[in-house]
């Protein structure tokens, strides 16, 4: 079993800053390719970002540029530096571990965090 834990949420002001943290405990056994969703509100939970066992990542366009996905595979953990938050950023972030399937999909991890609340104000 793998046990997930995002930490860093809080309230920040439209433009400013957060990182969050995704540590990995538990059977983790070899590198695995982590994802990030979000989940505002009456919406679906979206992909934002992901990064391979080797440290290459990828970004949703819609966070392109603003985030920054990284990894200390000593300390099985991942920190998403998230700049120029928007309001729209607003929502419940989760972290995962990627099984098979299309990236995009949340039915394509198989292990998630308990999720992390980030709220930009305007």
């Known amino acids: 079993q793998v046990h997930l834990v995002e930490s860093g949420g809080g309230l920040v002001q439209a433009g400013g800053s957060l990182r969050l943290s995704c540590a990995a405990s538990?059977?983790?056994?070899?590198?695995?390719?982590m994802g990030w969703f979000r989940q505002a509100p009456g919406k679906e939970r979206e992909f934002v970002t992901l990064?391979?066992?080797?440290?290459?990542?990828y970004y949703a366009d819609s966070v392109k540029g603003r985030f920054i996905l990284s990894r200390d595979n000593a300390m099985n953990t991942a920190y998403l530096q998230m700049n120029s938050l928007k309001p729209e950023d607003t929502a419940n972030y989760y972290c995962a571990l990627y099984n098979s399937g299309g990236y995009y999909r949340p039915s394509s991890y198989n292990y998630w965090g308990q999720g992390t609340q980030v709220t930009v104000s305007s």
């Open positions: 990064i391979w066992p080797g440290g290459s990542t």
């Open positions: 538990g059977r983790t056994g070899s590198l695995r390719t």
